[in-house]
C-alpha cells in the first residue's frame, strides 16, 4: 500500500518490539513513509528538526509488530467443509472468498500472511487486485497450489508431480506464476484419496523439489501429519514442517527427539496448528450451553481434553529439543475461520502450551516472518522495517489475550479503515 | 390491518416519496414485516399490529423513498477511462473482484437494484451466486448473462458471439441456462476497435430471433444503439428497450428523426438514453485541463465530446417532449463514468426535461417497470420488497440530495455501511469550470 509520506510518531504505554525482549515502557515508533524509522523511549525517539510530525498517541495502549500469520488458506470458508468439496467451487467463488478472508484478518490485526494452499491461480489473483487498488488485504506470502502427488493431500488445488523431474517442473511453474514459496504435501492429509498416517512422496523427490526452490531462493513448507513424512522432510531440505506430530502408521504418538534434533540442528521451523483442532471444540462447547451435544460430537470434546496434558508434554519436549515453534493458524481450514481474534487464538495455544505471552507473541510475530522468509521485511519493529503496527489494549506481554483488543492497525505507516465495507 | 407472525420494522419519515411521482406525503410511516412492506400512508393511519414487536427507525428529519434502480450498469468496469477492449483482457478472477466492490458501491450509495448489461463470461453470475451464499453483499440484480454481438461486433470480447438465427437462439439458450434475466443484443457497432459504431451489427432475422427466443422464455430484451438505423431494426424485432438511442446516420452525421421516435413511443419501448457517459469524459478532460492541461488531441476529444453531448441532450429533450419512456441507467462504470454516481444520469434526464419527480420516478418505480421488476421492487407500496433508502434534504426539491443517502435498507434490512470515507470518495465531482 502506498503510504502518504512524512513522518508519523506512535507513542504508546509500552512497545513490544517482536524481539522478545522486555517492553520498553512509555515507548515510540517513529514511521517515515512506509518504513519504520526508530523504536525506543519516547525520549530517545524524535523526528528529525522542523518536519511535520503526525502524533498518534496511545496513553494506555501496546504497540507491537502486526502479526504475521505463518499459515493461512485464504479460499477456506471455515464452516467445517472439507477441502474435497471446497474446492469444486469455481475459481472465482474462491477469489471472492479469499478477498473476504483477506481484508478480515488484516482488520484484525494480521499484516502478514503466509497462504499454504489454495486452487489453481487464486492467491495470485487476489495479489494482483490489491496491487491494483480493487480490494484491501495484508502483505501475502503465496505459494499458489500446493504440490502433492498424485491422490494426495491437496492435489485436487491443481498441481500433481511424480518423480523428481516432474517435481522441479512443478516447483518452475509456480515460479513463473509468480509464488513465493513451495508448498509440498509429504504426507497425506484429510484429502479423502490421500493417507493421513502414510508418507507421500519420497525422500527423493522432496529433495529435488526443495533444491530447485532453493535455487530460485525460495523456501518450502511441508505438510506432515506423521514421523516418516517429516523425516523425508527433514532429510529433503525443507525449512517448515507443518503440524509435524511423531505419529506412527498405526495413529500411536511416538516422539523420536533424534528427529527434533535435525530439525534444530538445520534451522527447520515447526508449524504446529495447535488451534485448528481446538477451534470446533471451543464451539462444541459454546453449543452445549444451549443443546445437548451428539454422542460424536461430546464423544470428540472428552477425547480433545483428555489428550490437552500429554500434548502440552509432547510440545515441551519438542521445544526442549530446541525446535522453534512458530504461529500459523491454518485458517479458514476445516470449522477455523479468518478474521475476528482467529489468529490470536493460535498464539494464545502457544501460551497455553507453556510458552510465555512474550515467547507467543515473538512465534507469531518475529519467528513467523523468519519462517515465511520475510523477516528483513516484516515481524518486528526496526529501523529499516515495513511499518506495520498493531496497537492493543492492555499489555499482551502479562496476559496474551490483550492481543484480541485490537485499537488500530497500521499498514505500511497507514491506518486502516477497519470498518471500512467498499 | 392483519399483523401476522414476522418480525415487524416502523419507518417513521420526514417526507416519503413513494416513486408513482404522487406529491411527497409529509410526516409519512411505513410498516415492513420481515421483508415486505405492509403499509405506507401518513404517519397517524400506519400502525404496527397490536403486542407485536416492533422494531423502530426514526427518519423524522429525512426523506426516504424507495431504493434506486439503475437499468444500465457495467460492474466489471473501472470507470478510469479504459476502453473495454482492455477491460476484457483482465482475468474473470479479477474482473469479479472489482464488481464485487463496484456492487457495494451501488448499494451502499443507494442503488438496491441494477440491470447488468455487459460482464465478461460467468463473472456476475458468480458474484451473484456469492451474495446468495451470504458471502458478499450486494443489490438485486437484473443479469444478461454476455452481451449478444456479432462476431467482431460492440463487446464481442465479453463472451458470447452469434452469426445467423440459429446460433441467436441457442445463445439466448445458453444464457438462460446459465441464469440471464434479460437479453441484452449489440444492435450497432460501439466503443470496441472492431466494430462500427455507425452501422448496424445484426441483420433483422438475426435480431427477430433473437427477441422471439427471449420473449418466449418471459426475458426482456435491450438493444445497444450507437446509430439509428440499429434502433429501426430492433424495432422492426419488437425490441423491449433501445440503449443510447443515438440518431446518426451511417455517415456520421446527427439527424433526429421523428418517425423512429414515434415508432418507439407507439412500440412503448423504454428509452435509456445514457446521456452522462459523454458528460462525465468532458469532465474528466475538463479536470485533467485544469490540473496539467490538454494535448492537442484531448482538447479535440473534448471538443468533439461537448458537440456530442449537446446534441444527444437536444434530441432527449425531443424525446421527453414527444412523451417516450426515459428512465434511468447509467452505463457506469463505462467510459470516465464510475458507478456511485447514478445520480448524475437522472440529473440529465431533468436537464432534458423532467420535472424532479420524473427524474426520480425513472430511477424508481419507472426504471423497475423498464426491468420487469414492478412487481417486487421500485416503489413504496403494500406487497413490494422493502427497499428504501433515507437521507437529509429533499431530492423533489434538490436532486443533490440523493448524495447525502445515509441508510440503506434491503428487503427489509440495514445495511451496515461502514465508514463513510470511502463511501464518499467514490463520489465523481463536477470540475470547477461547470461550478
Not at chain 1, 201 to 208: D, G, L, W
Not at chain 2, 159 to 183: C, F, H, N, W
Not at chain 2, 261 to 278: K, S, W, Y
Not at chain 2, 297 to 323: H, I, N, P, Y
Request: proline share 4%; aromatic share 4%; net charge negative.
Amino acid at each position: 500500500m502506498a503510504s502518504d509520506g512524512g513522518f508519523k510518531l506512535i507513542k504508546a504505554a509500552r512497545v513490544i518490539d517482536g524481539n522478545g525482549g522486555p517492553p520498553i515502557e512509555r515507548g515510540a515508533v517513529l514511521i517515515e513513509g512506509d518504513k519504520v524509522k526508530a523504536v525506543g523511549s519516547e525520549e530517545n525517539v524524535t523526528a528529525p528538526e522542523g518536519a511535520h510530525v503526525e502524533e498518534h498517541v496511545y496513553e494506555n495502549q501496546t504497540v507491537l509488530p502486526g502479526l504475521v500469520d505463518g499459515h493461512v488458506h485464504l479460499i477456506g470458508i471455515g464452516d467445517g467443509r472439507a477441502g474435497d468439496e471446497l474446492t469444486t467451487l469455481p475459481d472465482e467463488i474462491l477469489t471472492l472468498q479469499a478477498a473476504r478472508n483477506a481484508r478480515a484478518h488484516l482488520y484484525s490485526g494480521v499484516t502478514t500472511v503466509r497462504d499454504c494452499g489454495a486452487k489453481n491461480q487464486t492467491t495470485l489473483m487476489l495479489r494482483q487486485a490489491i496491487e491494483m487498488g480493487i480490494t484491501v488485504g495484508p502483505k501475502l506470502v503465496l505459494a499458489g497450489r500446493p504440490i502433492a502427488i498424485i491422490g494426495g493431500h491437496l492435489n485436487y488445488f491443481g498441481t500433481t508431480a511424480t518423480g523428481t523431474v516432474e517435481g522441479r517442473a512443478a516447483v518452475r511453474q509456480l515460479v513463473k506464476e509468480g509464488v513465493d514459496f513451495i508448498k509440498v504435501t509429504a504426507t497425506g492429509g484429510s484429502t479423502r484419496t490421500s493417507i493421513a498416517s502414510r508418507p507421500s512422496f519420497t525422500m527423493e523427490e522432496i529433495r529435488a523439489i526443495a533444491d530447485e526452490a532453493h535455487k530460485f531462493g525460495i523456501h518450502v513448507a511441508a505438510h506432515c501429519t506423521n514421523t516418516e513424512g517429516i523425516r523425508n522432510a527433514v532429510d529433503g531440505g525443507v525449512d517448515t514442517v507443518i503440524h509435524g506430530t511423531h505419529h506412527e502408521p498405526d495413529g500411536s504418538v511416538v516422539y523420536d527427539p533424534e528427529l527434533s534434533e535435525q530439525m534444530a540442528k538445520n534451522d527447520i521451523f515447526l508449524n504446529p496448528t495447535i488451534h485448528q483442532a481446538r477451534e470446533r471444540i471451543w464451539q462444541l462447547e459454546e453449543m452445549a450451553k444451549t443443546r445437548l451435544l451428539t454422542e460424536e460430537e461430546q464423544a470428540s470434546v472428552d477425547k480433545y481434553n483428555s489428550k490437552w496434558e500429554e500434548d502440552v508434554a509432547y510440545w515441551a519436549r519438542v521445544r526442549a529439543d530446541g525446535v522453534t515453534l512458530i504461529a500459523g493458524s491454518d485458517a479458514s481450514w476445516m470449522w477455523y475461520k479468518l478474521g475476528g481474534t482467529s489468529f490470536q487464538d493460535e498464539i494464545l495455544a502457544h501460551s497455553d502450551i507453556g510458552m510465555t505471552p512474550m515467547e507467543a507473541i515473538v512465534s507469531g510475530t518475529r519467528d513467523s516472518a523468519r519462517s515465511s522468509w520475510v523477516e528483513d521485511e516484516v515481524g518486528t519493529l526496526e529501523a529499516g522495517k515495513q511499518a506495520d503496527v498493531l496497537v492493543v489494549d492492555g499489555d499482551p506481554s502479562q496476559d496474551v489475550k490483550a492481543l484480541r483488543n485490537v485499537v488500530d492497525v497500521f499498514q505500511g505507516g497507514n491506518v486502516v479503515d477497519r470498518s471500512g465495507v467498499i | 390491518m392483519t399483523g401476522g407472525r414476522g418480525s415487524h420494522t416502523l419507518i417513521r419519515a420526514g417526507r416519503l416519496i413513494d416513486g408513482l411521482g404522487g406529491p411527497p406525503i409529509e410526516r409519512a410511516a411505513i410498516l415492513i414485516q420481515d421483508s415486505t412492506i405492509l403499509a405506507v400512508g401518513r404517519e397517524q393511519d400506519v400502525s404496527a399490529p397490536e403486542g407485536a414487536p416492533v422494531k423502530n427507525l426514526d427518519y423524522s428529519d429525512k426523506t426516504v423513498m424507495p431504493g434506486m434502480v439503475d437499468c444500465h450498469t457495467h460492474h466489471n468496469g473501472f470507470g478510469d477511462g479504459r476502453a473495454g477492449d482492455d477491460l476484457a483482457t483482465l482475468p474473470d478472477e479479477i474482473l469479479v473482484l472489482k464488481s464485487a466492490r463496484n456492487a457495494r458501491t451501488s448499494l451502499l450509495t443507494g442503488v438496491t437494484t441494477f440491470r447488468e448489461n455487459g460482464p465478461k463470461n460467468v463473472t456476475m453470475l458468480r458474484l451473484r451466486d456469492a451474495i446468495r451464499d451470504g458471502r458478499e453483499i450486494g443489490p438485486r440484480m437484473v443479469l444478461c448473462g454476455r452481451p449478444v454481438a456479432i462476431i467482431g461486433g460492440h463487446m464481442d470480447y465479453m463472451g458470447s458471439p452469434a452469426t445467423g438465427p440459429v446460433a441467436g437462439r441457442a445463445m439466448v439458450r445458453q444464457l438462460v441456462k446459465e441464469g440471464a434475466d434479460y437479453i441484452k443484443i449489440t444492435a450497432t457497432g460501439g466503443s470496441t476497435r472492431t466494430s462500427f459504431p455507425m452501422l448496424p451489427s445484426f441483420n433483422v432475422d438475426e435480431l427477430s430471433a433473437i427477441v422471439d427466443e427471449a420473449h418466449k422464455f418471459g426475458k426482456l430484451t435491450a438493444t445497444h444503439c450507437s446509430s439509428t438505423q440499429g434502433i429501426i431494426n430492433s424495432l422492426d424485432a419488437g425490441v423491449d428497450m433501445i440503449i443510447h438511442c443515438i440518431f446518426k446516420d451511417a455517415d456520421g452525421t446527427d439527424r433526429f428523426r421523428e418517425d423512429v421516435a414515434e415508432r418507439i413511443g407507439n412500440r412503448g419501448a423504454f428509452v435509456n438514453p445514457t446521456l452522462h457517459v459523454p458528460r462525465s469524459t468532458i469532465w474528466a478532460l475538463e479536470h485533467k485541463k485544469a490540473d496539467t492541461g490538454l494535448t492537442p488531441a484531448e482538447q479535440s476529444k473534448l471538443d468533439d465530446q461537448s458537440r456530442q453531448f449537446e446534441s444527444r441532450m437536444e434530441d432527449a429533450r425531443r424525446l421527453t417532449d414527444m412523451g417516450l419512456k426515459l428512465i434511468t441507467g447509467s452505463d457506469s462504470s463505462w467510459g470516465d463514468y464510475m458507478l456511485g454516481n447514478t445520480m448524475y444520469e437522472t440529473e440529465c434526464l431533468t436537464m432534458a426535461g423532467l420535472s424532479n419527480m420524473k427524474g426520480l420516478q425513472s430511477v424508481t418505480g419507472e426504471a423497475a417497470k423498464a426491468l420487469g421488476v414492478d412487481d417486487e421492487v421500485g416503489t413504496l407500496e403494500p406487497g413490494k420488497q422493502a427497499d428504501v433508502i433515507a437521507m437529509p434534504g429533499n431530492p423533489d426539491e434538490d436532486l443533490n440530495a440523493l448524495w447525502n443517502v445515509t441508510d440503506v435498507m434491503l428487503a427489509g434490512k440495514l445495511i451496515d455501511r461502514g465508514s463513510t470515507a470511502p463511501i464518499a470518495a467514490t463520489r465523481q465531482h463536477v470540475p470547477h469550470s461547470h461550478g
